[in-house]
Nanobody
Framework: QVQLVESGGGLVQPGGSLTLSCVGS????????MSWYRQAPGKQRELVAG???????QYGDSVKGRFTVTRENAKNTVSLQMNNLKLEDTAAYYC?????????????WGQGTQVTVSS
């Protein structure tokens, strides 16, 4: 049974930092393209960061220079280090694992973790 579990969200002041973690069970994360998405109320889901199996990384324009995505394969974990947080970073953050196997899409989502930036 595949499961992705996010953790690390919470309440933080502007300019503060948080680290989110995504831990997989029943799935080897190193074999998947791993991404972090976020969604705030009334807004579209947006890509925050992605990392391929080979290590190529992509960041959304709004977080470049502030967020860092990393793999810890020995722990079957993908992390998102968030620095200099802004009010507009407030959202539910979701972990995604994706790949294509013999022409079939495989796509898994975690339940999300809430990040609230407030003074």
């Amino acid at each position: 049974q595949v499961q992705l579990v996010e953790s690390g969200g919470g309440l933080v002041q502007p300019g503060g930092s948080l680290t989110l973690s995504c831990v997989g069970s029943g799935i080897k994360l190193s074999s998947y393209v791993m991404s972090w998405y976020r969604q705030a109320p009334g807004k579209q889901r947006e890509l925050v960061a992605g990392i391929t199996e080979s290590g190529t990384i992509q960041y959304g324009d709004s977080v470049k220079g502030r967020f860092t995505v990393t793999r810890e394969n020995a722990k079957n974990t993908v992390s998102l280090q968030m620095n200099n947080l802004k009010l507009e970073d407030t959202a539910a953050y979701y972990c995604n694992a994706a790949k294509t196997v013999f022409g079939l899409n495989v796509d898994y989502w975690g339940q999300g973790t809430q990040v609230t930036v407030s003074s």
